[in-house]
C-alpha cells in the first residue's frame, strides 16, 4: 500500500491515531518514508491484545499469525508452540482460545500462537512497514504509556521528529468491512490520555493530531464507568450474549499490569516500563 497523502498523515503531531490495517500502514509507511521512528500501538480491547497482555503477565510469549485456517497449526508446531482455537471449539473441552479467561487459566504456556483477522494483521502490516509494534489494552495502558515516554526520549536525536501511531483495530461486519468498535476507540483514548498525561510540560500544542485527541476525549467520557460501558457496548453485548463475560471483565480491568509486549522478530514478549 501507498503511504498516506500528507493531508491525512497527521504529520504536524508526533502522536496519530487512524483506524485499521490498512490505514496503519499508511500512516506508518508515510512517516517512516519522512525519516521518522515510528512506535506504532496495537489497540483490539475485545479481545486480541487483552490476551496479549494476560499471556505477557504469565510469561508466556505471542506469535500472532493473520489467518484462521489450516496454516495456523503448522505454524505453531514449526514454533513448539499451543494454537489459540476458536472459542466455540472449547466451550465443552476446554482449552487455549482467543479468550483471555482461557490464557489466564492456562497459566505459563511457553509460545502461544494467536490468529486473529484483526489485532495479528495490524502488528504484521505494522512490522511490515518499518515500526516498532506495541500491544496495549485497557489492563495496561499506563505502563504502554511509560514506555512510549522512555522510546521518545530514546529516538529524540533522529533527523525526523519521531511519530507514535496509536491504531484501534476495530472488527469486521460479514462482508469483511471495517467496523469501527468503540471499546478500541476508548482503548486507544486511554493510552493517548495517559501519555498526554506524561508529556503534558513537555509535548506542547502539536503532541497530539485531533484524531489522538478526539480518542483521549471519548475515553475521558467513560473512564469512571469503563466496566459498566464495555458490557453495555456492542462487542461487549456479543460476548456476553454468547457465554463469555468473563473476557469483558478481564478486558475492563483498568491498570492491573505493568508488562508492555513488544513485538521482536515476530513474538510479543515482555518488557516493563516505570509505573506512574
Known amino acids: 500500500m501507498k503511504p498516506a497523502a500528507t493531508v491525512h498523515s497527521q504529520d504536524r503531531h508526533v ?3 487512524d483506524w485499521g490495517p490498512s490505514a496503519a500502514e499508511a500512516l506508518t509507511s508515510y512517516a517512516v518514508a519522512a525519516g521518522s521512528p515510528v512506535c506504532a500501538v496495537v489497540v483490539d480491547v475485545l479481545s486480541f491484545t487483552t490476551c496479549v497482555s494476560v499471556a505477557v503477565d504469565a510469561g508466556t510469549r505471542v506469535h500472532p499469525y493473520r489467518w484462521k485456517d489450516e496454516s495456523a497449526q503448522a505454524f505453531a508446531d514449526d514454533r513448539g508452540a499451543t494454537l489459540a482455537r476458536p472459542r466455540s471449539e472449547t466451550r465443552s473441552g ?3 482460545s482467543l479468550s483471555p479467561a482461557s490464557i489466564r487459566a492456562a497459566g505459563d504456556i511457553g509460545e502461544l500462537v494467536l490468529p486473529s483477522p484483526n489485532g495479528s494483521t495490524i502488528s504484521a502490516v505494522l512490522a511490515e512497514a518499518g515500526a516498532d509494534v506495541v500491544a ?3 489492563r495496561n495502558r499506563a505502563a504502554v504509556a511509560a514506555w512510549l515516554v522512555g522510546w521518545l526520549e530514546s529516538s529524540g536525536g533522529s533527523r525526523a521528529q519521531p511519530a507514535v501511531v496509536v491504531v484501534p483495530a476495530g472488527e469486521r461486519w460479514p462482508d469483511e468491512s471495517l467496523r469501527p468498535a468503540v471499546e478500541d476507540l476508548w482503548g486507544a483514548g486511554a493510552v493517548v490520555a495517559a501519555l498526554a498525561a506524561r508529556l503534558e510540560h513537555r509535548g506542547g500544542p502539536l503532541l497530539l493530531s485531533p484524531e489522538a485527541e ?4 471519548a475515553w475521558l467520557a467513560v473512564q469512571d464507568r469503563v466496566g459498566e460501558e464495555l458490557h453495555a457496548c456492542a462487542s461487549g453485548r456479543e460476548l456476553v450474549e454468547l457465554g463469555w463475560p468473563d473476557d469483558v471483565a478481564i478486558a ?3 491498570d492491573a499490569s505493568d508488562a ?3 513485538l521482536t522478530d515476530g513474538v510479543y514478549t515482555r518488557h516493563t516500563a516505570e509505573r506512574p
Open 214 to 217: 478526539a480518542a483521549g476525549a
Open 252 to 254: 475492563a480491568e483498568l
Open 94 to 96: 476446554g482449552g487455549v
Open 15 to 17: 502522536v496519530r491515531l
Open 136 to 138: 496495549a489494552s485497557l
Open 260 to 262: 508492555v509486549p513488544v
